[in-house]
Nanobody, 125 residues
Framework: QGQLVESGGTLVQSGGSLRLSCVAS????????IGWFRQAPGKEREAVSC????????FYKDSVKGRFTISRDSAKNTVYLQMNSLKPEDTAVYYC??????????????????WGQGTQVTVSS
């Protein structure tokens, strides 16, 4: 079966930058919608960004627009989340996920096929 592994999370000061990586094995990310999610303690999991499997469009949660960028490197079968101008409220466990569905607005679709184990991002104030 396929697998996703996130990496890159760490402690970073407010205003700093991080790049998270999500490496897929056992399947090709090019055939799936890809989403980045996050969950902070005591809060619901929320979609942060995604790449649509329909046409490759990218989408972002309003609070991260202009700060985060999602991208995919097909040759490396890896998806990235570049996070700039980080804020304490960005602190969470970040997960990547993949689903074969073809909804254009991928922030609202369900991700049922593959999930990573998560990587912790902590932004100090």
């Amino acid at each position: 079966q396929g697998q996703l592994v996130e990496s890159g999370g760490t402690l970073v000061q407010s205003g700093g930058s991080l790049r998270l990586s999500c490496v897929a094995s056992g399947f090709s990310l090019g055939q799936y919608a890809i989403g980045w999610f996050r969950q902070a303690p005591g809060k619901e999991r929320e979609a942060v960004s995604c790449i649509s499997n329909y046409d490759g469009s990218t989408f972002y949660k309003d609070s991260v627009k202009g700060r985060f960028t999602i991208s995919r490197d097909s040759a490396k079968n890896t998806v990235y989340l570049q996070m700039n101008s980080l804020k304490p409220e960005d602190t969470a466990v970040y997960y990547c996920a993949a689903d074969h569905g073809r909804s254009r607005y991928c922030l609202r679709q369900e991700y049922n096929d593959f999930w990573g184990q998560g990587t912790q991002v902590t932004v100090s104030s």
